[in-house]
């Protein structure tokens, strides 16, 4: 399932695949002259990121072998199972180790364990894309980020693959003349707001002497 939202994420980014096998596909995108390449891997078990390369080099059509951007500009996803989120911890050096390696492509490992995999269970990547840009779902997350929620397991995708694009939810803009004015009116300071807007830019002086004739007025006797 989550190389099929991966897939999907590639596509919704404009990326066409190419070519697959049972656990890798190629990827390509081109924008006027501008080309880049994705391969969305298939990560069985954790191996050495020069053995990691040569299965990938291997593999690749020829196509992408004889383009020179494709070992410059290319994405190497790596989808990794964990039985447990705990076991990360095991695997952390490995997994950082290939994340690190600056050789042939940049390297994303995407690990993720059944909990996890239940808890996207039935999202596609717009769903996703939707769940993810949610402030309120955002909001609950930044307070307890460990929890194992749909939000978290989402979120996490987006954390780790940052080349994707996340679409905001575009919202009213509430003109900022307004955004004062209900606010000084909530703290009962519309007067004050008044006599700053009237006399602010001309009378320092005599703003200050409003000012402090409004707060004696206030004032019990």
């Known amino acids: 399932m989550i190389i099929e939202l991966i897939h999907q994420a590639l596509v919704a980014h404009g990326f066409s695949k190419v070519q697959d096998n049972d ?51 290319c994405d190497l996803i790596c989808i990794h199972h964990l039985d447990k989120l705990a076991e990360f911890k095991n695997h952390e050096e490995q997994i950082f180790e290939i994340e690190e390696d600056p050789h042939f492509y940049k390297k994303y490992v995407l690990y993720y ?16 894309n939707k769940l993810v840009s949610d402030k309120s779902q955002f909001n609950i997350y930044k307070n307890d ?5 749909k939000y978290s397991a989402a979120a996490k995708i987006f954390i780790k693959l940052p080349f994707l694009g996340l679409q905001l939810n575009k919202v009213e803009l509430i003109p900022l003349r307004r955004q004062i004015e209900e606010a000084v009116a909530e703290k009962d300071l519309a007067r004050t707001h008044e006599t700053v807007q009237k006399l602010g830019k001309t009378d320092l002086e005599e703003l200050i002497k ?6 004696l007025a206030n004032l019990p006797n």
């Open 23 to 73: 656990t890798t596909g190629f990827y390509i995108r081109e924008q006027g002259t501008a080309i880049r390449f994705a391969v969305l891997h298939r990560l069985d078990e954790l191996i050495k990121p020069s053995d990691l390369n040569a299965a990938i080099n291997q593999s690749a059509p020829d196509t992408f072998i004889k383009d020179p951007a494709f070992r410059k500009n």
């Open 113 to 128: 364990s059944d909990t996890e995999l239940e808890a996207i269970k039935g999202l596609d990547f717009k769903k996703l």
């Open 145 to 149: 980020p460990t929890a194992p929620t």
């Open 210 to 215: 409003e000012l402090i004739d409004d707060e």
